[in-house]
Nanobody, 116 residues
Framework: QVQLVESGGGLVQPGGSLRLSCAAS????????MGWYRQAPGKQRELVAS???????NYTDSVKGRFAISRDNAKSTVYLQMNSLKVEDTAVYYC??????????WGKGTLVFVSS
């Protein structure tokens, strides 16, 4: 089993920055890819960014050039640096980890609220 705990969300003005963290515990050696999803009110969950164990990253088009995902395997932690935040980035952000058998683990989410 893997447990994921997100932190770093909060209220920020448009154009501001936040850094989300997700710490994994349990059988962290079983984790392959990790990622960040988000869900805005009334909308479906979407993948924001993902990163492989070796550091290969992918982003949804709307955040390219603004967000950066990274991971520290020694600390079993994945990060999402969010810059130039927009109102439309407002959502609950969920950490995801997938093991080698494609079983997904989820955090409880952290709210990012972008407003002036």
């Amino acid at each position: 089993q893997v447990q994921l705990v997100e932190s770093g969300g909060g209220l920020v003005q448009p154009g501001g920055s936040l850094r989300l963290s997700c710490a994994a515990s349990g059988n962290t050696f079983s984790i392959n890819a990790m990622g960040w999803y988000r869900q805005a009110p009334g909308k479906q969950r979407e993948l924001v960014a993902s990163i492989s164990r070796g550091g290969m990253a992918n982003y949804t088009d709307s955040v390219k050039g603004r967000f950066a995902i990274s991971r520290d395997n020694a600390k079993s932690t994945v990060y999402l640096q969010m810059n130039s935040l927009k109102v439309e980035d407002t959502a609950v952000y969920y950490c995801n980890a997938q093991n080698w058998r494609r079983l997904d683990y989820w955090g409880k989410g952290t709210l990012v609220f972008v407003s002036s």
